[in-house]
Structure formats: C-alpha cells, structure tokens
C-alpha cells in the first residue's frame, strides 16, 4: 500500500537530515520505503510498517515543529518509541515547554519526558535529586536552568562541586598543584559551561566569584545564600558528605544533586550517600527526587543500547553477581 503525508512549510533539511540521514533511518525502521515528492512525504510497503512509519513521522514533525531541528538521537528516541509501543513523544511532551535557556548553540529546551519533569521540579522545589543514567542531560539541564535564574536575577551565584573519587588512578600521582589535580573530576561541569557561555564572560564570572567550580571538600563550613547549587556525580559522596552538602543550603538557594547509581567509585566498604537519600528524604515538602531513564538519553544513539546491553549482561544468571 502507499500513503502520502505532506510536509509543506517544514524545513525539509531538518526533516530528512544531512544527506537524507534521517530518511535512511526512517526507512530502515520498519521496512516501509520513505520517498520525499515535492512537498509529500510517500510511503510504500505492508500495511503494518506503512502504519508504523507514519507514526514515527508525526512524532518527529512534531519535534521539528517544537525544537526547530532534528538530530538522529531524535529519530533514534521516536523509533525505539513506536517499536516498543511506548507512548508518544507528541503526547507526553507540552508542546508550549518554556525555554530553559538560549546558548551558545541556540535555545536549550527538555527534550523528553524525563527532563521536562526534571526541568517543573527544579522550578517548584528548593532541593531537586535528579538519578539517572548516563547521557539524560542530569548536568547539562541542571547548569542551564542554573544560568537562567543567574541571567534572571534570581540567584547571585552559581556554585558547582563534584566529589574527587579517584577512580583507578591516585590523586597523588596526577601532576600539578591541587586545583591541576581536581580539574580532570571537574571538568564535565566547565564542559557545560563552554557551550552555554562565551568564554570571555565565563572567566569574567569565575574572576568575580559569581560562578565557582569547587570540590565537593571545599564546602565543608560554609552557608550558600542567594545560590543555585550543583552537586555532580553524587553516587560518589558519602552518607556523611550528603549530609554536610545538603546543610550548607542558606537562604533564597536551591540545590540539585545529580548522579548515577550504576557507576559507584566508592570503595566497597563504603556507602554512597544517593543510594541511601530517598528513604531519608522521600515525603518532605521542597525535596523532589526525578527518575530519567533510558529514553531520556539525548547522547549519540549508541549510548541507550550500550545501557541497554550493559543491564541485560548484569541481570542474567551467569553474570548478575558480577560488578
């Protein structure tokens, strides 16, 4: 059978991607023949995969429509979406989602499910724990909405810290002076950074002290007032380092505590203080714990199905005591 959707006024360049990437992968998804006519979209095949890819091109020109661009991540997302029959991007999306902030690269905005509960917690509570795997944006979302409430004038500060868990190689014997040392456990979060700010106005910031990039050890002792707080790689902190993060949160501040729960660097006698936060906290009014998962991944495509993998591998018999 054939059906023709047409796509007259989108960017078509966006749609079908560079060199028709896109039109490759809706193509190879179900084994319907995706061909573009003019302004129409024509697809060919059996009934099934000519249903199903009609699907999959509704969610994606709604994405377009949302984002203004497409990537193959995103086609990557909706596909894994209509072959699992998991719900609908479309649907479980607000297609008025505000933005979060403009960068470097263009507006930053949620682009799943996930984040966008993760971005409404953020803004209704004062402590946000955000657990997930890798790749679902917990920093790259939590730096953004820390810049639009700096730029907003909501906060004065922003202050972001990573526990310096040594990870197979000692602090001791990396070269350079402390800050030389701790930079490598820091540097995803001045990563974000760079492509959300000029990096003449990121030095002006770190000079002034209204952005600091700190470890989690340096914070032992102070009161954070009028701050939007960052702790990155919580899965690594301590019960009790938690809990001396958690207490420095002073007036007008608001903390989010990002991590993943699969990739502990602590070592085995050791309890992370993520893995133990909900049941200490859960219920408390101002505290909202969000849970990504594997479909909020926005990395390359591969990414999901390597977690994918990698949770298949550790929950079959022969390998689920493994670490």
Known sequence: MQRKISI??????????????HLRLMEGAFGARVALRGDEIVLTGEEQAVDASEKLLTELIFLLN???????????????????????????LDPASPIVLYGKKGL????????????KAVGRNDVVFAIGPAGTGKTYLAVAMALAQLRE???????????????????????????????????????????????????????????????LAYMRGRT??????????????????????????????????????????????AKSGLVQIRQILDGIEGIAFVDLEQRDVVRHRLVKEIIQAYEVFHTTPDHENEA
């Open 153 to 215: 004038q909501e906060v004065s500060k922003i202050i972001l810290s990573r526990p310096a868990i040594e990870a197979g190689e000692s602090l001791g014997f990396l070269p350079g002076d402390l800050m030389d040392k701790v930079d490598p456990y820091l540097r995803p979060l001045t990563d974000a950074i760079f492509t959300m700010l000029p990096s003449e106005q990121l030095q002006k910031y770190v000079e002034r002290k209204i952005i600091e990039i700190v470890p």
């Open 108 to 119: 930053i905005k949620p682009k799943t499910p996930g984040q966008e509960a993760y971005f």
């Open 224 to 269: 954070l007032n009028d701050a939007f707080v960052i702790l990155d790689e919580a899965q690594n902190t301590t019960t009790t380092q938690m809990k001396m993060f958690l207490t420095r949160l002073g007036v007008n501040s608001k903390a989010v505590v990002t991590g993943d729960v699969t990739q502990i660097d602590l070592p085995l006698t």
């Open 66 to 92: 949302r984002n203004s661009r497409l990537n193959e991540n995103d086609v990557a997302q909706c596909v894994g979406l209509v072959r699992g029959n998991a719900g609908s991007v479309s649907q479980d």
């Open 8 to 21: 007259k006024g989108l960017n078509q360049l966006s749609l079908l991607g560079t060199q028709d990437s």
